[in-house]
């Protein structure tokens, strides 16, 4: 498959707290992104913007609309803001309807199916292009039950557990995959989101799911990748202690019916993001994940991934060193310090 | 509210396997069901073809078709049957429209949404009838995302979690409302099932919620009842240990979030229907959902719902007995002997 080349549609929300499907594509897609389109930072350098020159997006410049980013010869325009009401505003239709004219593939992860706007189905239909919303389940998996069906003997399923959403599951689980066929093991990562998909080509939306089906969706995605796959590094979502996305969390873990997790954790976060639910010990964490894959097939949680994006290096290694006492496990920031130690307690090798 | 007068369409399925939603109209809604229509059984009376002749459905005749039932003047048809795949079988399309061109509301529990068929939703605006489809979501609370708000202080919200599906989870939940309200307490049975939602006309269809917003949708309904009832008992749905529909009950226990709990089993069920799993000791039911409600709001199981059903009445005691010795806890068959000790269990005097 010929590599993308992307323009990214981030309108004003080109930064680290609300771009994340932006610098997850940026930072672990094999396309090329081409360009970011945010009128509010136009003309800076997309890694720049995003506060480490060196880092996700360098050399990949901001532009303002959407003729602009054309002028960078893209195939394909990423939609990667999420406006509230998951709709496309009004503002960006005439920008997106000039994309799909220009003959760019459309890939979205609004809530809103895009392919089902009349306007937007009828200009992609007459210019040849392809709309995919990422958020609509497959009709495979849609609406499949779960069956309870053994994985392939010798695959090894690892499940990415959190205390919180956006702690860096979806982070954790790439980078052990990266890590893992450098050392030239059979190794996959198996997305529930839509970053995830988007970055990857496939996997499933969680959150759109019907519960009744949540289960076997993940199932059905895990039986594939396992058949595919010695390794199969599955991003969990949410939290069994979050106040509204627990049942997602269940139905992956159960779905997915892990062999090993891995606990992922933000350094110094200590509330559930919107709430005033505190976070307990790493050990109470540990204890609660390994109890509920228990009720249905044991799984135990073999090391921490530990996010310290923005903390000062002794203060990083201060949060690993703490996460290793807490629970007597491993721990590694799979970005800052590698992936290495959690693959080697996966038993990875 | 003046009293619907109910046909219930059960083709083919009227018996006490198949027909659980018949059952418990006839059983439990206060509205009075004048027929119902199963071709297979027709001349019979319903309490006497499903093997009580002084059970539920004493004196109401089983009928033909729909034509049949019109003679008994009906003003509702209720679609009790749950095909496969959840569409209207097309042999008994022609008999829906001609109940709705007779001037009948129709009320329906398929997973197919009747008032989206164009000929049938014709049909019903002509006659000025109306289409209630139970399954389809509330707008209000479709998409809405947990807060983690607190009851209101004096209420008690209690959940019914079950050792499987189909034990009678909803039929305990309905008898203790039904005892409460006979001791003159201020109760509320809050449905979660579609058979539920059409015995007491509200409630919420928790398997068609998508996954990220069903502890939302079940949080405000338990609000809304709490507001307007003392004793709050909310129907369970699956089980925690359920390879299928774990997700869907972690997110009614933690959407519902009770301050008490009662365990309901099936005398003699040893395997999750379906499925290679068995059924663990009430005492490991127990500790699994108070695991669960644990991890957000602790809630304990104070008492244990034993469905009998079938059994003599010794073996049926000697089931209770064994149910009481293993978890420690006060037992019952609240339909054979009476939701009392249940209630007592709860403190609700």
Chains 1, 2 share one sequence.
């Not at 998996?141 to 959403?165: E, K, N, Q, W």
């Not at 599951?169 to 190794?187: C, F, N, V, W, Y």
């Not at 759109?208 to 010695?230: H, K, N, Q, T, W």
């Not at 923005?310 to 807490?326: F, H, N, V, W, Y």
Request: hydrophobic residues 45%.
């Amino acid at each position: 498959m010929s590599k993308r080349r992307i323009a990214i549609l981030a309108e004003g929300q080109f930064n680290w707290q609300d771009a994340k499907t932006a610098v997850g594509v940026l930072r672990y897609s094999t396309d090329d992104v081409v360009a970011v389109i945010d009128s509010t930072r136009a003309g800076q350098d997309a890694a720049m913007a995003l506060g480490d020159p060196n880092g996700a997006g360098r050399g990949v410049p901001i532009v303002a609309s959407v003729a602009e980013a054309l002028t960078r010869d893209p195939d394909t325009l990423l939609i990667g803001i999420a406006p509230i009401g998951g709709r496309l505003p009004e503002a960006w239709r005439g920008e997106v309807v000039a994309a799909l004219a220009a003959g760019l593939n459309l890939v979205s992860g609004l809530h809103h199916m895009l392919a089902e706007d009349a306007e937007l189905a009828d200009v992609a239909r007459r210019h040849g292009t392809q709309i995919w919303d990422v958020r609509r389940p497959s009709e495979a998996l849609a609406m499949r039950i779960r069956a309870g069906t053994p994985h392939r003997a010798g695959s090894h399923v690892v499940y990415f557990c959190g205390t919180d959403c956006n702690v860096g599951k979806m982070t954790a689980a790439i980078e052990l995959d990266l890590e893992a066929k450098r050392r030239g093991l059979s190794s996959g990562f198996a997305p529930t989101g839509q970053t995830g998909i988007m970055i990857a080509g496939e996997g499933i939306p969680a959150d759109r799911f019907i519960s009744d089906f949540l289960p076997g969706g993940v199932e059905g995605m895990v039986l594939d990748f396992a058949e595919r796959y010695d390794w199969v590094f599955v991003e969990g979502q949410g939290s069994l202690i979050h106040p509204a996305y627990s049942a997602v969390t269940l139905g992956l873990i159960h779905g997915a019916a892990p062999d090993l997790l891995v606990l992922c954790h933000q350094a110094n976060r200590t509330h559930i993001h919107g709430y005033d639910v505190p976070i307990p010990p790493l050990a109470r964490m540990r204890e609660i994940y390994e109890q509920a894959a228990g009720w249905l097939k044991p799984a135990r949680v073999v090391a921490v991934a530990v996010n310290t994006y923005g903390l000062p290096e002794d203060e990083a290694r201060d949060a690993l060193a703490a996460a290793e006492r807490e629970t007597g496990l491993p721990a590694s920031d799979p970005v800052r310090f590698g992936a290495g130690p959690l693959l080697d307690a996966l038993g990875a090798r």
